[in-house]
């Protein structure tokens, strides 16, 4: 019982560089969702995916793009990596066509741009 | 859209005291509000959550209150051990369309020994 996987847990890159943060839930949840954590600043959506096929920006998408390649994965990609993007990045997902709406999050990606 | 505030951000209490965690929304279409526990180096986990045609409801030593005129939803947490040292987090998600929740701040509750 898996839940939602991320890889990787740690990564450094250099300003410019590019790189896709994979997540895979297994519970045949619709909706998925990646968050980035800052001090201070809580929880912050980038994208989300309703359902298989669909994605929409969130708070803070500017630098990022997603791809839902099945309904089991959703990858956040970012082309040009600024310092700006050091975070802490959660997917997550849920089902809302069951009576439970909790949200179950991977354990995170630590990321630093230098 | 929906504005969530937390406060504290921080909040010390020694063990067996009772810890208090409130929440501001904005959007009064909002009608469903988890609460989340982050303990150090993994993800948010939720620990109790409230819908709007309820007042208060309780988990062992867990509680949450909300207040639908006011806009705004407590995390009453009483005698408080050490592991209850974490980041909590307060989240209010609308009802109808899309299911996107918008989360507080956090507060990060220390329990001393």
């Known amino acids: 019982n898996a839940g939602v996987t991320q890889t990787p847990k740690f990564q450094v890159l250099k300003t410019g560089q590019s790189m896709t943060l994979q997540c895979a839930q297994d519970?045949?949840?619709?909706?998925m969702y990646w968050y980035r954590q800052d001090p201070g600043m809580g929880l912050r959506l980038i994208y989300y995916?309703?359902?298989?096929?669909?994605?929409d920006k969130g708070e803070v998408p500017n630098g990022y793009n997603v791809s839902r390649l099945n309904k089991r994965e959703f990858s956040l990609r970012l082309e040009s990596a600024a310092p700006s993007q050091t975070s802490v990045y959660f997917c997550?997902?849920?089902?809302?066509?069951?009576?439970?709406?909790?949200?179950?999050f991977g354990s995170g990606t630590q990321l630093s741009v230098l | 859209g929906e504005n969530v505030e937390q406060h504290p951000s921080t909040l010390s209490v020694q063990e067996g005291d009772s810890a208090v965690i409130k929440c501001t929304y904005s959007?009064?279409?909002?009608?469903?509000f988890p609460w989340y526990k982050q303990e150090l180096g993994k993800g948010p986990q939720l620990i109790i959550d409230?819908?709007?045609?309820?007042g208060e409801k309780k988990d062992q030593r867990i509680a949450v209150t909300l207040n639908k005129t006011a806009k705004h939803f407590s995390l009453h947490i009483t005698e408080t051990q050490p592991e209850d040292s974490a980041v909590y987090f307060c989240?209010?998600?609308?009802?109808?369309?899309?299911?996107?929740?918008?989360f507080g701040r956090g507060t990060s509750l220390i329990v001393h020994p």
């Open positions: 959007d009064s279409a909002s009608n469903y």
């Open positions: 995916s309703a359902s298989e096929g669909t994605t």
């Open positions: 409230i819908r709007s045609n309820v």
């Open positions: 519970m045949n949840h619709n909706s």
């Open positions: 997550a997902s849920t089902d809302r066509d069951r009576t439970n709406e909790k949200l179950f």
């Open positions: 989240a209010a998600i609308r009802g109808g369309g899309s299911y996107i929740p918008t």
